[in-house]
């Protein structure tokens, strides 16, 4: 067990990199032995997931850790679980919902239902917006460790923009996260599309990681069809965070 944690950990660092880096860099990285390092490269370059440029002295991602990726591609587990209890929540709301992943300091929209008579909104299958500007994200953030926070927004270059509205450095991002985690859910007023309102929950992993967020999304000026979207899209994150063994 320890050998395999050692190594998804190895993979997950590579593959927030750039670009192929020194072994030990790993090692330095994560606190490992050197001679683990090396050890566990060498097995990993054996199955493909690794490979070693040895010009350069550096080790990067194989072909097999695209595979993987690929495969999770093809699968889409969160999305078939979700796609369902979205649906389900937009014909409970009249309202237009969607499912949506953490992607660096982006989100990513695996799923979006949109209501009958409802406007289309841009928040599409496949498209990314910034975490700090958007409902779903700062459900996500909200569950992330501060300095995980930190780490993703160093400093104000980190924060887009897109309606002139929303948190310009991290100070002010914490205290929307703040009020995130003691109201339980996340809302969005205009900062990714003028006019319109989103509230999302998060929905946690077996070990109370942020793994996807649900949302619903409203006109600002209009009346919400159901008297507690915020309870009922709790509701569903929480269903679908049973659903994935959280």
Do not use: K, N
């Not at 209890?85 to 982006?106: C, I, K, P, Q, Y």
């Not at 299958?125 to 700062?138: E, F, K, M, S, Y």
């Not at 993703?152 to 995130?180: C, K, N, Q, W, Y």
């Not at 900062?191 to 949302?215: I, K, M, N, Q, Y």
């Amino acid at each position: 067990m320890p050998a395999a944690d050692q190594t998804l950990r190895i993979l997950s660092h590579l593959a927030r990199q750039r670009g192929p880096v020194p072994a030990r860099t790993i090692a330095d990285a994560l606190a490992l032995p050197r001679s683990t390092v090396y050890h566990l490269l060498t097995t990993l370059e054996r199955r493909g997931f690794v490979v070693h440029l040895a010009a350069e002295q550096r080790w990067g991602l194989g072909i097999a850790a695209f595979e993987l990726g690929g495969g999770y591609a093809r699968q889409q587990p969160l999305a078939r679980l979700g796609r369902p209890l979205v649906a389900a929540l937009a014909d409970r709301l009249g309202e237009s919902t969607h499912l949506a992943v953490m992607s660096g300091r982006d989100v990513l929209y695996l799923v979006e239902e949109r209501a009958p008579g409802r406007p289309t909104l841009v928040t599409d299958v496949g498209v990314r917006l910034p975490a700090h500007l958007t409902a779903t994200g700062r459900a996500m953030l909200a569950a992330l460790p501060p300095a995980q926070v930190r780490a993703l927004f160093p400093d104000a270059s980190a924060f887009a923009d897109r309606t002139g509205r929303g948190p310009r450095r991290l100070s002010e991002l914490r205290r929307i996260l703040r009020d995130v985690r003691a109201a339980g859910v996340a809302e969005e007023h205009g900062e990714v599309t003028l006019g319109f309102r989103s509230v999302a929950a998060v929905v946690v992993d077996h070990a109370g990681w942020p793994a996807a967020a649900v949302a619903a999304t409203w006109a600002e000026e209009a009346t919400p069809r159901h008297p507690d979207v915020a309870a009922l899209v709790r509701e569903t994150a929480g269903v679908l965070a049973r659903r994935i063994g959280g």
